[in-house]
């Protein structure tokens, strides 16, 4: 083709934003601040592909805010719950001093900020002054009428951290732990949550703290309408070997670990000071305050969580998405059958954009999933080197330096936004890989390696758009593959790059 072709606008396939007023992000910059966070996982072990879904999901969702709001209006939180019975016992059949252990276990759980290429602004470890001080503080704040001491006799799961009732037991075993809990009698602190049951039906009904999916929500209403019982809220010193947040006023107990675990999302804020970052992102009106949890510990958020911020004053929760569990080839993870996979043994190999597309695409959003080495291999080969890698490669290849494409920024598609909004993560991929084997049918039915003149420039332009979408649809998503797209394809001139996804030797 003969001469360089004048700059030319790329047509795009839908409207953008500004044209139809995108309900999810038109003019939202001015609108919110957002507070997301993951759940702080115990320190017992290493951690495995499990963990990694929810990071990544939530990793997605900060990500997605700071587009719609801007990186300043989000905070996105993550940590260590390191003051469990279970880490003790841990660290005792290591031979380790407690804290010697649960330093060395934390720290694998921080490198994940780099093997799993996450965004988190702050990581909060449950042994440092600041969440003790603000565990005490959120103590001493709950209404006086709502503490009291009593005996307690029960069967007490330590692997939930819980105690247990003949009825939530299956052949006398806790069923999410498949263990016989210990019988455990001691005099603690107990909450009144009975006091704020016909509060948070109401919340939760009216959706004032909106619990997706549905089937959590209601879920979470069953366990009301069976009546909410007061629970333990401390532990004795002796039964914790010395070890968690001591309450205020009483050197003989430690807090119950889920109510120091559970005040992380605003000790990790300064709310011990009432800091700046407290006041920004957790009390001021208007706040979107949003916990992604795993569905085993849905009471605790959902109803311990709320009873507790009730009593002491402190602003609720607006939104908790419970996402399902990782199993590993059908089988539940688990040390004994040696399938607690480290997310890095799949990283080395495929590449964290991939072990993310995995996670978000082959795991229900709202359920569980599994995951499979064979299936990893078969979606890298179909989806990711085959379809998106292909298509980018393709289209480099023919745009030739006889084009001039003009840039225009592009905005995030809004079959994303709907998905991302009900945190249908495997949705909003979806969506982006029919636009990838929409654009790659095009190429092969047009023949557009074969055609000339206007109709070339045409046909290219419109892939050269097309792509251009999709980058900026995956960067919430595949942060790296959606820069080194753009790298190549954000400029007027395209010249192929390296392989986005290379063959696996």
Known sequence: MGGRVERTDIESTRKNH?????????????????????????????PHIGHSLEYVQ???????????????????????????????????????????????KTQEFQKLYQVLDLSFDDFIRTTEERHIEGAQKLWSKFKKEDIYLDTYEGLYCVGCEEFKTEKDLVDGM???????????????????????????EALITKEQIKIVPEK?????????????????????????????????????????????????????????????????????????????????????????????????????????????????????????LGNAIHPKVV????????????????????????YASSRMSEIYKSDLQNGLGNLVARVAAMAGESIKYKVKSTKLSIDVCEALEMYKFD???????????????????????????????EALVWLVGEIRQIATDLTPFLPSTAAKIAEVYDQEQIVKGEALFPRLS
């Open 427 to 457: 949705m909003a991929l979806a969506q982006v890989w029919t636009r990838i084997k929409k654009a790659d049918q095009f190429v092969s039915e047009k023949r557009v390696w074969e055609l000339e003149g206007k109709e070339k420039v």
């Open 347 to 370: 990283i080395d190999k495929y590449g964290v954009d991939a072990f993310r597309y995995y996670l978000l695409k082959e795991i229900p959003a709202y359920g569980d999933g599994d």
């Open 216 to 336: 959590r929500k209601n879920e979470v209403l069953g366990f009301i309408k069976e009546g909410l019982k007061d629970f333990s809220i401390s532990r004795s010193m002796k039964r914790a070997r010395n070890w968690g947040v001591p309450v205020p006023d009483d050197p003989t107990q430690v807090m119950y670990v889920w109510v120091d675990a559970l005040s992380n999302y605003i000790t990790a804020l300064d709310y011990a000071n009432e800091g700046e970052l407290y006041k920004k992102f957790w009390e001021r009106e208007g706040v979107e305050r949003i916990h992604v949890i795993g569905k085993g510990i849905v009471k605790f958020h959902a109803l311990y969580w709320i009873g507790m911020l009730l009593s002491a004053g402190v602003p609720l929760p607006t939104q908790e998405f419970v996402h399902g569990y990782v199993t590993v080839d059908g089988n539940k993870i688990g040390k004994s």
């Open 58 to 104: 939530t990793d997605v969702m900060a990500r997605y805010f700071r587009i719609k709001y801007g990186k300043e209006n989000v905070f996105a939180l993550t940590g260590s719950d390191e003051n469990a019975l279970k880490n003790v016992l841990a660290a005792e059949a290591a031979g380790k001093e407690t804290q010697e252990f649960i330093d060395e």
């Open 174 to 200: 806790c069923d999410e732990h498949k263990k016989k809990p210990e019988r455990v009698s001691e005099q603690n602190y107990f909450f009144k949550l009975s006091n704020y049951q016909k509060q948070i």
């Open 18 to 46: 500004e044209e139809v007023k995108c309900p999810y992000c038109y003019n939202s910059r001015m609108q919110k601040t957002v507070f997301v966070s993951t759940a702080i996982p115990y320190v017992n072990g290493d």
